[in-house]
């Protein structure tokens, strides 16, 4: 049973232009949810997360919102950029260092 | 800040043999630790993760093992290799709820 879906295996932006990335997941015990990004043979890397006493977290291009009742999440990066064509992950916890659960990911690939 | 290694960055290696995928951190003292495995066009699976010395937990059952000899060290083993091993192994530290990856090292069993 996946508890975090990434249902989109790819998106396709034109630079310069908002990308969305969706994710949604099963598990009402998740608090902490996270967004990584990732280059072909490189490790993750941690880009921004968000707790779930809060529905938005911003960090420069990227923005992150939560809709608990929805358990859905998305990850917005405004303007994108062709350096952000990469694989991105969402993933999710419950009550501090227990293990993320990762979705599949979604490949996105920002068009110059 | 904290530093992973992982080595070897990649290994070739026939079905049978054995494996054993070290990596170490520095900069953070008594990590909780983490291997994850991303087999080719999927998502990342936890494998091994520990708390402590000596202390490892396993999420999926398998032909790999984990060990924690040291704080600061993470081992992955394989008796004996499959080809459904093969994928890009990946060790994390968890810090303040979020995890921290090393630069993986790729797998190919042959």
């Known amino acids: ?112 | 800040s904290q530093t992973i290694h992982q080595w070897p960055a990649t290994l070739v290696q026939p079905v049978g043999s054995p494996l054993s995928l070290e990596c170490t951190v520095e900069g953070t003292s008594n990590p909780n630790l983490y291997w994850y495995r991303q087999a080719a066009g999927r998502g990342l699976q936890l494998l091994f993760y520990s708390v402590g010395i000596g202390q490892i937990s396993s999420e999926v059952p398998q032909n790999l093992s984990a060990s924690r000899p040291q704080d600061r060290q993470f081992i992955l083993s394989s008796k004996k290799l499959l080809l459904s091993d093969s994928g890009f192994y990946l060790c994390a530290l968890g810090r303040s709820g979020t995890q921290y990856f090393g630069p993986g090292t790729r797998l190919l069993v042959l």
């Open chain 1, 1 to 112: 049973d996946q508890q975090v879906k990434q249902n989109s295996p790819s998106l396709s932006v034109q630079e310069g232009r908002i990308s969305i990335l969706n994710c949604d997941y099963t598990n009402s015990m998740f608090d902490y949810f996270l967004w990584y990004k990732k280059y072909p043979a490189e490790g993750p890397t941690f880009l921004i997360s968000i707790s779930s006493i809060k529905d938005k977290n911003e960090d420069g291009r990227f923005t992150v919102f939560l809709n608990k009742s929805a358990k859905h999440l998305s990850l917005h990066i405004v303007p994108s950029q062709p350096g952000d064509s990469a694989v991105y992950f969402c993933a999710a916890s419950a009550r501090g260092n227990t293990p993320l659960v990762f979705g599949k990911g979604t490949r996105l690939s920002v068009i110059a």
